[in-house]
């Protein structure tokens, strides 16, 4: 008691230092980390390069961070996207009896929290989809897709009991063929132009999503304002599927694993 | 006056997280507050990314579809090393959570001080075997 006593009060000082602080750096208008009010050449080149009807080189994504992320450097996020799926795969491997584990919680919430949940769980899914499916041209994309269905997940094994759902509805084989789909629809959106470009010997590139100098490949479909890059949308899904299943495995097997810790 | 101390309570409070962080992470032994103060730190650290992102003069969101049309988005560059930052903490944090649980069942502990024990005990009773 005393020492939870003496945390609180620590975190009290600390939340009224961390005020106290601020309010006489603002009443000093003065920051205490300054902001940088130079010219950024590199947000104009992206800027200028990430959406420019009149550019046929342009990136044609008019959310700027899915033009970096799956553009311009593009390769870097397909490598950080293969460590993603390794990092699950071996979580997977290690705790795959976790997830067809015969003792597992039967412990759901009340009549009325798993009626409501019903609707909010079809609501949250729609909303998942929908950041994935404009996450080409507005903020959102497939990461925060994903960690909104993983949370949706997690949350429906809290309501309706983790017996009810892991090893019926979540089943590792499933979270395998997924992430194995992933992997090869990332491995063919990413390599496709290179693959028309080795069959019709014309030039292509890996992560080619539009026109470059010299290789007038490209995809591009009207959203009914603009003209948008469709291999940036592909590869939203495909992340989308990916980050849900990692952090779907994540948060199952730390809670089944703290489940087995105390029951088991 | 107002923005001015809005922005200093998230710049003083990212400092006294990051010291916060590091603290666990160097003195705690435990595995798990290890883990926790290491999503505290890379969680500060994106948002200092972002915080360098945003300027006065264009605070809007880096679209392009937005009315204001390009040039008055706040950065989406650092944006971008955000999502691969957290992408990348997230795939650490699988696997240190899985090495944890793993330890955990070995060795029925997560306290690496615990662990240091036995592991010198195992070597003493090694020695005296042989």
């Not at chain 1, 699950?88 to 009896?97: C, D, K, P, V």
């Not at chain 1, 309501?159 to 789909?181: A, D, N, P």
């Not at chain 1, 990413?190 to 890996?206: D, E, L």
């Not at chain 1, 469709?230 to 703290?258: F, K, P, R, T």
Request: charged residues 15%.
């Amino acid at each position: 008691m005393r020492s939870r006593r003496r945390e609180l009060g620590i975190a009290l000082l600390i939340v009224a230092g961390i005020t106290a602080l601020s309010a006489l750096l603002g009443l000093m208008g003065e920051l205490a980390i300054p902001l940088t009010a130079s010219k950024r050449l590199l947000k104009e080149l992206v800027e200028e390069l990430a959406y420019n009807p009149d550019n046929p080189y342009s990136a044609f994504a008019p959310a700027y961070v899915s033009a970096v992320v799956w553009d311009f450097r593009g390769l870097d996020t397909l490598y950080e996207t293969i460590v993603f799926i390794a990092a699950t795969i071996f979580a997977l491997n290690l705790y795959h009896e976790y997830l067809g584990e015969a003792e597992l919680s039967r412990h759901r919430l009340s009549v009325i929290l798993q009626s409501t949940a019903k609707i909010q769980i079809v609501m949250a899914t729609a909303v998942s989809a929908s950041l994935v499916a404009r996450g080409h041209i507005t903020p959102g994309g497939g990461f925060q897709g994903g960690a909104l269905l993983a949370a949706v997940v997690i949350a429906a094994t809290t309501i309706y009991s983790l017996k009810s759902l892991v090893g019926r509805f979540i089943k590792h084989e499933l979270i395998l063929c997924l992430l194995g789909l992933a992997t090869l629809l990332l491995l063919i959106a990413s390599s496709k132009w290179a693959i028309v470009g080795f069959f019709t010997r014309a030039p292509g590139y890996i992560l080619q999503n539009q026109a470059k100098p010299g290789s007038l490949h490209g995809f591009l479909f009207w959203d009914g304002e603009h003209w948008v890059s469709g291999s940036i949308l592909v590869y939203d899904l495909i992340e989308y599927i990916v980050i849900a299943c990692g952090l779907i495995v994540l948060l199952l097997v730390v809670i089944i694993g703290g489940y087995r810790e105390r029951v088991i | 006056m107002n923005t001015l101390i809005a922005l200093n309570i998230i710049a003083v409070s990212m400092i006294v997280n990051i010291a916060i962080a590091v603290y666990g992470i160097v003195k705690k032994p435990s595995m798990v507050k290890k883990i926790i103060s290491l999503g505290i730190l890379s969680d500060t650290v994106c948002l200092l990314a972002v915080y360098m992102g945003f300027t006065a003069t264009s605070p809007h969101p880096p679209l392009y579809a937005s009315g204001y049309g390009a040039g008055r988005g706040v950065d989406p560059v650092v944006q971008a090393f955000v999502l691969t930052a957290i992408v990348i903490a997230l795939a650490f944090t699988v696997f240190l959570a899985t090495i944890t649980l793993r330890m955990y069942e070995v060795a029925n502990s997560t306290d690496l001080h615990e662990l240091l024990k036995l592991e010198i005990a195992s070597e003493e009773i090694e020695q005296l075997e042989e």
